[in-house]
Every structure is written in C-alpha cells, then in structure tokens.
C-alpha cells in the first residue's frame, strides 16, 4: 500500500514545478540531450574556479542589472488582530540574464537549457523588511533553476511571508485592511541592481479562497530605500482585504443584540416573583463575557477604538442601569410593609398607653369619690372599673387606632402604583434608548 504522506508531498512538488513553469511562461518541450553534453556546460560555465557567485553576471560592471519581478499568491495563511501580522504563501519570480553563463547551444549538441542548484548562479539577494520573522526567507531555498543558452535565468523560490500590518479596526468586523510586503535588495544598490515589474498586479491564478478574508486587489511595486549615502531597490506587494463577517455576525454580534433586547424585559417581570434583580444581573454577566471575548479577539495597542466595543460597552452599561432601576423597584416595595410594619407597632403602643392612662385616671377619679363618700367606694368602683372599655373607646387615640388601616391601605397602594408607573417608563425610555442605539450601530456597519 502506497504511504498516503508521500503521495502528498510527490503532489505538492509537482504543483510547485508546474506553477514555476506557467509562472515564466517557459512550459515548452525541452528536447533531452545527453549526460556528457550537459555536463560540460556546468563544467565550463559554472565551475567555481571560473564563475563568481558574489559578482553580478555582467562582462561590463558598469552597467545595471535589471531584475524582473513576479508575485504568485497562493494563499492566505494567517491575519492575526492582536499581533497586527499578515502571513501569505507564496512564489516569488525573478529573471535576469547572465552573460557569463550564455553559451551556444550549437557546441553542446543543442542543449538550451539546464537546471543548476540555486547556490551555483549569482542570485539576487532580498531581505524581508516588515517582517515579524525571519529576514533572509530564501538562504536554503532549493527552488527549480532555470537557465537557459541566452544566458536568461529563471528562479522562483517560494516561502511564507509573515509581515507586520497595521490593522485600521474601526469598522471591525465590517473591515477592510491594506497589508504591505516589502522586499528591499541587501547587496546591490540601485546603480548595481533595479527591480523591474512584470506585471502591476500580483498573479492569483493558483489563489486558495481564505475563509474568513478576501482579496478585493493587489499591486506590485518597484520603490527604492535610502539608509545614509545608500539607494536600494525594493518590491512592495500591496493586498487589499475584506473580512468576510457572516461568522462573526453570527456567532458575537447578533447574540449580544438579542441579549441586550432580553435586558429590557427586565422590566416585564412583576416585583412579586422574586426574580427581578437576579434575572436582571444574569443578563449583565452574560453582556460582561461576550464583552471579554470580543476584547481578546482585538489588540490591546489598536489606535482606533472598534465600534464594536463602544457598542458593546454603551450595552453594558445600560444593562447596569436597568438593573439599578429594577433594585430601586424592589426597594420601594419592601419600602411599603416596613412603614405597614412601623405603623402597626405604633398602633399597639399607642393602645397600651391609652388603656394606662385610662386607668391612671379612673383610679384617681375612685379615690376621689371615696374621699368625698366612704359608702359608695364600692358601687362608685364597680361602676367606674366597668365602664373603662367605653372610656376607652371614646378616646381620640382609640379613633386613630381605627381609622390607621385605612390610611395605611391607602399608602400601600401608592407605593405600588408608583413602582409599577417607573417600570412602565423605565421599559419605553430603555427600549427607545436600545433601538437608536442598536440602529445606529448597524447603519453605521452598513455604510462601512
């Protein structure tokens, strides 16, 4: 049974010769010549004793070298919102021609083309300037060489290219970015060596679809770089991304939208279930985690606050508001059988009172009378003693005791009335509140 690993790996080689090949334009039938001719070609051309791979392929010096550029992208490794990186995979595609190399194919049987380890010819040395990794990207590459009669020489090394970009997360996650790649040449200055543009654009013939981004265009460049008394040439590959937001609409924008809408109901809920407050509070927490995720999902150094957050964070508090309210509601109803409470105490002491300073004053009103007659303290008594309920009865904080359940029935009353009016004001103005903002926030997405 064939190894299913080498299967893969023959597959990809194969892929990566063949895009090297339509990259150039060079997929054409190469007539086979024989061992010994090809030999000699290396052996009189390239060997070290003869052929320099420090000095540029040119007979005059003085001259400029031009190099010819090209960009294949193959795809979209990684996009990275914290550390603010862009990785791509992709070939990099140089021509030049090397005069020292050319020979005549007439002399070696026809040969025209031969296929030399990239470390055997002079190539151009780029370097990685925005990177976030290693610079030198093609030290140990061993990318197909092809190098033809005419002395045209055709290399194209792939690799990844992680970068830094500066990620504009404003609009996130309805954003677009710019995200720069920048080669500079690290031997030669421009007088030595100048890049030249195959193409404006860089070719996406080969291009994997991203899932989560999409290129909207690329540009390639030819700029130089000045350090002191130094000129270099460099390459500036430009891609223009979108983010693709179903996923994230889906799975952090619309839940917290729905929850915020949920929080309002808080005021829906009567004070007499019990859960006013704790449904309020879970509703909070539950804003408070989507806000977490959604901060780790962004950099902490972001220049520009995401409107997301802000969003996020006008939720949140409101979400506190709410909660503050419905605490204010619950307090008011409690509010209401303490004073019942306070008032019913009142009540019983004031009847206590009432019946000692009744009998207080009988008893006095007794002695009197037996001062006054000796005989009739009996009868005096018995008739006094036996009517202290009705004097009781008759006095004015006895009418009080009777008429307070009235008036405290009345004042209960009131206090609910007033709690349920603050939740019936409280769900419009946070409901017209939720919605301008809700709106707001959209519109704004959409517009972007």
């Not at 296929?115 to 590459?141: C, K, S, Y």
């Not at 009378?369 to 303290?377: E, K």
Request: proline residues 4%; contains cysteine; aromatic residues 10%.
């Amino acid at each position: 049974m064939v190894n299913t690993n080498n299967i893969m790996a023959i597959r990809k080689i194969s892929t990566s010769v063949f895009t090297v090949l339509l990259l150039f334009g060079l997929y054409r039938p190469i007539q086979g010549q024989s061992y010994s001719q090809t030999d000699s070609i290396f052996k009189d051309k390239l060997d070290p004793l003869t052929y320099n791979t420090e000095v540029r392929p040119l007979v005059d010096q003085s001259k400029v070298i031009a190099v010819h550029v090209s960009f294949e992208v193959v795809s979209i490794v990684d996009i990275d919102d914290v550390a603010q990186s862009f990785t791509v995979n992709g070939f990099l595609g140089f021509s030049w021609n090397d005069e020292v190399v050319a020979w005549d194919s007439a002399v070696y049987g026809g040969q025209r083309v031969i296929h030399p380890l990239p470390e055997q010819i002079w190539r151009p040395r780029v370097v990685l300037m925005n990177t976030l990794g290693a610079r030198d990207l093609f030290g140990d590459d061993k990318a197909p060489v092809f190098v033809f009669n005419t002395g045209d020489t055709y290399w194209a090394p792939g690799s990844l290219f992680p970068s830094s970009c500066e990620l504009q997360l404003t609009n996130y996650p309805f954003d677009t970015q710019t995200c720069v790649i920048k080669l500079v040449a690290m031997k030669n200055t421009v007088d030595e060596l100048l890049f030249v543009a195959n193409l404006p654009n860089i070719s996406q013939t080969y291009f994997i679809t991203h899932g989560e981004w999409n290129i909207e265009d690329t540009k390639l460049n030819i700029g130089s770089l000045t350090s002191g008394t130094l000129n270099t040439s460099t390459i500036e590959m430009t891609f223009y991304l979108r983010r693709r937001p179903s996923f994230l609409l889906l799975n952090t924008v619309l839940p917290v939208v729905f929850l915020s809408f949920l929080n309002i109901l808080v005021f829906v809920i009567p004070v007499e279930s019990g859960e006013k407050i704790g449904y309020g509070i879970t509703v909070t927490l539950a804003l408070s985690v989507f806000m977490s995720i959604v901060s780790g999902m962004l950099p902490r150094s972001s220049l520009n606050m995401p409107n997301l957050t802000i969003y996020l964070f006008i939720l949140l508090f409101m979400s506190m508001l709410t909660v503050i309210d419905s605490i204010i509601i619950v307090f008011l109803d409690h509010f209401e059988e303490k004073v019942a409470l306070k008032r019913k105490i009142q009540r019983k002491f004031k009847r206590a009172f009432n019946k000692v300073n009744t009998l207080q004053r009988t008893v006095s009103s007794v002695n009197v009378m037996n001062d006054d007659n000796p005989q009739d303290h009996e009868k005096n008594s018995k008739s006094l003693f036996g009517s202290t309920d009705s004097l009781a009865g008759e006095l004015p904080g006895s009418r009080e005791s009777t008429d307070c359940p009235q008036e405290d029935s009345l004042r209960i009353d009131k206090y609910k009335l007033i709690g349920k009016h603050i939740d019936a004001v409280s769900f419009v103005v946070f409901f017209v509140f939720w919605l301008v903002t809700t709106l707001g926030f959209m519109l704004d997405m959409a517009l972007s």
